[in-house]
């Protein structure tokens, strides 16, 4: 499939949201 930079943009937010989510409670 194609990557469109807004499309990939919004995913990766959403992945570093979640990624800093999962940190967060694996720290805590």
Do not use: C
Not at 2 to 27: C, D, M, W
Request: glycine share 4%; proline share 4%; net charge positive.
């Amino acid at each position: 499939f194609l990557f469109n930079p807004y499309l990939t943009r919004k995913r990766r937010i959403e992945v570093s949201h979640a990624l800093g989510l999962t940190e967060r409670q694996v720290k805590i």
